[in-house]
């Protein structure tokens, strides 16, 4: 049987020409339905500031589209490193990994798809362990609300693990930030 990262790979050849000149998450959305019509897929499409993020079934690949935006809060190349960080600290199972691939001048990243996607009641940091907590603290991981994690095996797992790379950010205010966190409320969105 092929591994998700062959099969995402085949994937990017598959999409890139429906893609390709698409400029923004919207015009994204629209090809991906016209890939959908063509293949009989059920493929997904999910954005942030700076990349988009196609979902299938059992893989996710991601892109960034806006090179300023990722830039200042960082994209695709700061999740690779974070994530080799975390393997240099022993905290990777936090994160789903990623695999870069090169194809058609563009840099593209895959990660297995990750289940419970916003079924946790509190903010992903509630179910880390002590060394997880400081590892996201050092790297100015904060983005962890309920859509960017969810759970393998257990324990939780972030699916969107990119920093926030302004240097005026102080240590205080991320400090802050981590301490007063509380459980979403009842139909909040994330």
Not at 8 to 17: E, G, L, R, S, T
Request: hydrophobic share 30%; net charge negative; aromatic share 16%.
């Amino acid at each position: 049987m092929r591994s998700y990262i062959e099969r995402a790979k085949d994937f990017i050849h598959q999409v890139y020409p429906y893609i390709h000149e698409c400029e923004n998450p919207w015009d994204v959305r629209d090809q991906i339905d016209a890939f959908n019509d063509c293949n009989k897929r059920k493929v997904m499409v999910g954005n942030g500031l700076a990349r988009i993020a196609l979902i299938t079934s059992d893989y996710v690949v991601k892109y960034d589209y806006d090179k300023s935006e990722a830039e200042s809060i960082g994209g695709c190349e700061n999740e690779m490193d974070i994530y080799y960080l975390a393997m240099r600290e022993g905290v990777e199972q936090l994160f789903a990994p990623i695999t870069q691939y090169y194809y058609e001048s563009r840099y593209w990243y895959i990660m297995p798809r990750v289940r419970g996607i916003g079924s946790g009641g509190w903010y992903a940091e509630h179910y880390m362990t002590k060394q997880e907590k400081e590892f996201c603290r050092r790297h100015k991981i904060t983005d962890l609300h309920r859509n960017n994690y969810g759970f393998v095996r257990g324990h939780v797992c972030l699916v969107d693990y990119a920093c926030h790379l302004e240097e005026e950010e102080t240590e205080d205010s991320y400090n802050f930030y981590y301490d007063n966190r509380t459980p979403y409320e009842e139909g909040e969105e994330a």
